[in-house]
């Protein structure tokens, strides 16, 4: 008798081991995209949007990577492309993740 109830805990346990990691999968799937990127309106037209960001970036330790954020429309439209909404590109950097990421080996 002891054996067929060992097998059913072993049996519970497996399943439940599968349930928990499936929805831990889910939940994380469906978690990730709000932890990518932060969307928010601003109270700002688009070129003071751009001004005012690339003024507040340093002061979080961030650093622009070239000399100004690039604007997307323009490049793309002498492809023949052209979309709405304005779109401008901000490369970021912080030293401290960038050093961590180039020296690890």
Do not use: Q
């Not at 969307?39 to 001004?51: C, M, N, Q, Y």
Request: charged share 20%.
């Amino acid at each position: 008798m002891i054996k067929k109830s060992n097998g059913k805990i072993w049996i519970s346990g497996i399943a439940g081991f599968m349930i928990g990691f499936v929805l831990c999968g889910i939940t994380v799937f469906a978690a990730m995209p709000s932890l990518m990127i932060v969307t928010r309106e601003s109270k700002l037209g688009f070129d003071e949007t751009v001004a005012a960001m690339e003024k507040r970036i340093p002061k979080y330790g961030w650093a622009i990577s070239g000399s100004r954020p690039i604007d997307m429309n323009k490049p793309m439209a002498e492809h023949e492309v052209t979309f709405e909404p304005h779109v401008r590109l901000v490369k970021l950097c912080k030293s401290e993740y960038a050093e961590s990421v180039l020296t690890t080996a």
